[in-house]
């Protein structure tokens, strides 16, 4: 990264530039009466993507020459995208239903489930399964878009903190040599925050559904009362298919990686790995595909009204951001060590903050790097620094995960969450609408976070 360190100015400006032009497309291009009809069409998106990623890309390949980079940013995205179709379209083939409604307490109760859940499966794989029943629960409500906000803020982003399963900085840091069960040590930031956050939600859901005209309360009503079974799940062989996706990718991690590791060493084994990841959840994929044509397995898919729209448009954003960030990321990587990010609160709000933006899994490990360093420790393992300063690992742990939440680029199931949203006939928040949503709601709960652990 030394190349980068000694870029002047305006190179490091035009480094950011390619990553600042999509965010800036993403946030004002869906608000214009004559741009919003263009970006609305797939193909938009796509050009536009791909445009800003290979921008980046050739920034970082005139400064650095790395094709292996190149290559390894490239085996990164499409583990990603594979991971984000295979929960998708798997999850797109489960039906969930039952004696549940848009009522306040049912939907707190739900993403407080959702939190959970978040844990055991990750944060993309418990919105995938939920997003679909919960807006279905809430179809006769008028005003629901905060709903949805607050399940990206819940079960999208901070309910999972507590496993390595629950979002990816958690699990790279696992392959790291963060212990499997450290991260239960974060309870008490989890649990603190998701109680404020669940009851900052049910008090707003209570006041809107208290405006909510007198019929739709009663139809909610009806609905529970009619129901015929407390919870009912179609498409079980999905459910195995899931339990196969959650296989593949702590089987990776924990078994693949060392047996590679040993024997072709760090870098290919990597490459080997995500290889593998990607081959296996291809598969997995075209099994449920292969199930949504047969009569019994399409149901819940014909049920949950699923589309390939929402995959597409999240996997051509997804393609540009990662291009894009590339060289955003090096020039944060290069300065890192000169930052003066050294307490606890600094690197909780440092790590967030790019997390919002940047992709929190490569800023977790550049900040908990830079912690390690601070703290005298070696930074090639963190089980070093999990041990001798964990309160350091555990600001930059929550800061990755938790502000990941901010905006709706700052982890892969927000964007998915809110096409899936907007693909049932939801009019969700512009990027910037959002952005005052968590600015409203979460930075007031995050200050509270840092005055009671991260002082």
């Known amino acids: 990264m030394d190349c980068f360190r000694v870029l002047g100015p305006w190179s490091a400006i ?13 946030a004002i291009l869906p608000l214009l009466t004559r741009t919003s009809g263009w970006w609305s069409r797939q193909s938009s998106k796509w050009m536009l993507a791909l445009v800003c990623g290979l921008a980046g890309i050739s920034f ?31 999850s797109g083939g489960i039906h969930i239903s039952g004696a549940f409604s848009g009522l306040p307490w049912l939907n707190t109760a739900f993403l407080a489930m959702g939190a959970l859940l978040a844990n055991v499966m990750g944060t993309t794989g418990a919105s995938m399964v939920l997003i679909r029943p919960l807006l279905h629960a809430n179809r006769r409500r008028r005003h629901k878009v905060h709903v949805v906000v607050f399940f990206i803020f819940v079960v999208s982003n901070t309910g999972g903190l507590l496993t390595p399963l629950g979002d ?32 900052v939600f049910h008090f707003v859901d ?7 005209e007198l019929e739709i309360k009663h139809a909610l009503a009806e609905d529970l009362r009619l129901a015929e079974r407390p919870l009912h799940v179609e498409g079980w062989v999905n459910v ?76 051509a954003l997804f393609l540009g951001i990662f291009g894009a960030m590339l060289p955003a990321l ?54 070093a620094l999990a041990e001798g300063s964990p309160m350091l690992l555990k600001a930059v742990a929550c800061g990755s995960v938790f502000m990941g939440a901010n905006t709706y680029i700052g982890n892969g199931p927000n964007f998915m969450v809110k096409a899936i949203a907007e693909h049932s006939g939801l009019e969700m928040p512009s990027f910037l609408a959002y952005m005052g ?18 002082r």
Not at 66 to 90: K, N, P
Not at 206 to 212: D, K, S
Not at 301 to 312: A, D, K, V
Request: glycine share 8%.
């Open 14 to 26: 035009a480094g950011f530039a390619p990553f600042l032009l999509l965010l800036g497309a993403i």
């Open 60 to 90: 970082h390949h005139a400064v650095a020459g790395d094709s292996a980079r190149l290559l390894e940013t490239l085996l990164d995205y499409l583990a990603f995208i594979t991971l984000l179709a295979s929960l998708y379209v798997v």
């Open 168 to 199: 990816p900085p958690l699990y790279l840091g696992f392959l790291k040599g963060v212990p499997f069960t450290w991260t239960l040590g974060l309870l008490p930031q989890w649990a603190l925050l998701q109680a404020m956050l669940l009851t």
């Open 206 to 212: 209570e006041i809107v559904f208290h405006r909510e």
């Open 240 to 315: 195995g298919l899931l339990l196969g996706i959650l296989a593949v990718v702590v089987g990776a991690g924990q078994l693949l990686l060392p047996l590679l590791h040993a024997k072709y060493g760090e870098t290919l084994a990597q490459a080997l790995c995500k290889l593998a990841q990607i081959l296996a959840l291809g598969l997995i994929t075209g099994v449920a595909l292969w199930r949504r044509r047969s009569p019994a397995g399409s149901v819940p898919f014909r049920r949950n009204h699923f589309s390939f729209e929402p995959l597409g448009e999240v996997a």
């Open 330 to 383: 090096d020039l944060v990587q290069a300065h890192a060590a000169s930052l003066p990010l050294e307490r606890p609160w600094q690197l909780f709000w440092a790590s967030g903050l790019l997390s919002s933006f940047l992709d929190n899994a490569p800023t977790y490990l550049t900040f908990a790097s830079l912690a390690a360093a601070k703290a005298g420790l070696a930074g090639s393992s963190l089980s």
């Open 437 to 454: 949503w968590s600015a409203a709601v979460l930075l007031p709960l995050f200050l509270i976070e840092t005055l009671v652990f991260f």
